[in-house]
């Protein structure tokens, strides 16, 4: 008896010692943003991070995510919804970073402009194909966004890649080809400006011309635009309609407008639902300064990532709070200041830098432009005024700064033979490092 006495209460402590173990487990971790390194063919040495949710999907879609010039991959995670919404849908995301100067993606050489030709959207394409070979990716359900350079890139790979991507939503773009340029230059002013028109068929034939013999489905293109935007204007959102319509082979009078919310025109085009070829919101009043509020939610339903086959019901945009604002702990800011200068004017490129232990919610640069310089427009942010002592604000998708991360933006100036750096910067009131 005394013998069974000691074999049940060893068998009841290494009980209680497992009870233990496993109610001091840790919990397991949350997804986080991750650096791939090899993933294939990749020209220009482009940086890929992946974000796969916790709740992944078996079979997930696959959203690539392209930032604006300046920017990067982790950036634009940090700065927009689409992680968050990758939470809540269970598609995995790709952040493609630029590497050349400027942080820019080619959308203007012929490698890029050509099915495997080369250059940026190759290496893009060996990302989707390595979630697709690692992370039981859907080819069926690969779709493309992105802003500014990455709108238009967002054009590039819908045109040149048909058999990859199923849909793409562009902010801030221009049509397929419009950056194009044969002097080895990465910017075509005409087509920024807004003064490059062809015709439907036009602006088509140079999406069919990028794939010499595709005969298949071509893919859904929603397009976003403010009618403010002074850095790739305006005009390119209706010569982006008329190209994507011709494409489908459709009118380009809507078939369906609503107003989602008070500031947009949503048309649709080859139907009146959610999956329709083409939709098209311009937006009220705003500048280059895209995607606000909502708008992430709203890019989610037209791809048809809401749980749902293309079409299926979806959350209704809601917008975003601002955060408030908040000081920099301790000081611990640091700004870096790039310029690229010419005869009369230069670029901008600022980086600032979150160097304390605490998260930067909405931010002010306040800092002295020399004598004679004058921004004529921005990026990423809001300068005012035009010179002198300027205060940078942050956009809507680009409003906190998590500690060790940044936040980038640029601008345009004009210079009258002073092209001098600032030489001190204030973030929400505190003064930060320079360099």
Request: hydrophobic share 35%; charged share 10%; net charge neutral.
């Amino acid at each position: 008896m005394k013998i069974l006495r000691k074999v049940l209460g060893a068998v009841a402590a290494a009980a209680v010692l497992v009870v233990v173990g496993l109610s001091t487990a840790p919990p397991a971790a949350p997804a986080t943003l991750t650096e791939v390194t090899s993933f294939g063919t990749n020209p220009t040495n482009l940086r890929m991070h992946l974000y796969v949710p916790d709740n992944v999907a078996p079979r997930p879609a696959i959203l690539v995510a392209v930032h604006y010039c300046t920017g990067s991959g982790p950036a634009f995670y940090s700065g927009t919804e689409f992680a968050s919404l990758a939470d809540r849908y269970g598609f995995i995301v790709v952040y493609p970073s630029a590497t050349r100067s400027g942080s820019c993606f080619d959308v203007s050489s012929p490698q890029a402009l050509t099915h495997n030709g080369g250059s940026d959207p190759v290496g893009i394409v060996s990302m989707v194909r390595y979630v697709q070979q690692r992370h039981n990716g859907d080819p069926d359900r690969v779709y493309v966004t992105g802003a500014s350079s990455g709108g238009m890139m967002t054009n590039v790979l819908l045109g040149a890649y048909p058999d990859v991507f199923k849909a793409g939503a562009a902010f801030m773009g221009v049509p397929f080809a419009c950056f194009a340029t044969t002097d080895g230059s990465s910017w075509n002013s005409a087509c920024a400006n807004g003064t490059i028109s062809r015709t439907p068929q036009q602006w088509g034939d140079l999406v069919r011309a990028a794939y010499p013999g595709y005969s298949g489905p071509r893919p859904r293109m929603q397009t976003w635009h403010g009618t403010e935007d002074t850095t790739l204007r305006y005009p390119n959102f209706q010569e982006q309609i008329k190209q994507w319509t011709d494409v489908h082979g459709l009118s380009q009078t809507p078939a369906f407008t609503d107003r989602p919310q008070s500031n947009w025109t949503r048309t649709r085009y080859g139907g009146t639902g959610t999956s329709v070829p083409v939709e098209a919101i311009s937006v009220q009043g705003v500048g280059h300064s895209l995607p606000t509020g909502g708008m992430a939610a709203a890019v989610i339903q037209f791809l048809g990532l809401t749980g749902g086959p293309p079409g299926s019901p979806g959350p209704s945009p809601s917008p975003t709070p601002t955060p408030t604002t908040t000081p920099p702990p301790g000081g611990t800011c640091r700004v870096t200041y790039t310029m690229n200068t010419w005869n009369t004017g230069f670029t901008a490129a600022v980086t600032i830098a979150n160097t304390g232990s605490a998260t930067v919610g909405g931010w002010s640069l306040a800092y002295a432009l020399p004598a004679g310089q004058a921004v004529t427009s921005a990026w990423n942010a809001t300068v005012s005024p035009a010179g002198g002592q300027v205060t940078a604000r942050n956009a809507p998708y680009n409003a906190t700064i998590a500690p060790g991360a940044s936040v980038s933006f640029g601008y345009q100036a004009t210079h009258t033979g002073n092209t001098g750096e600032p030489t001190a910067f204030t973030l929400n009131g505190t003064n930060c490092t320079v360099g």
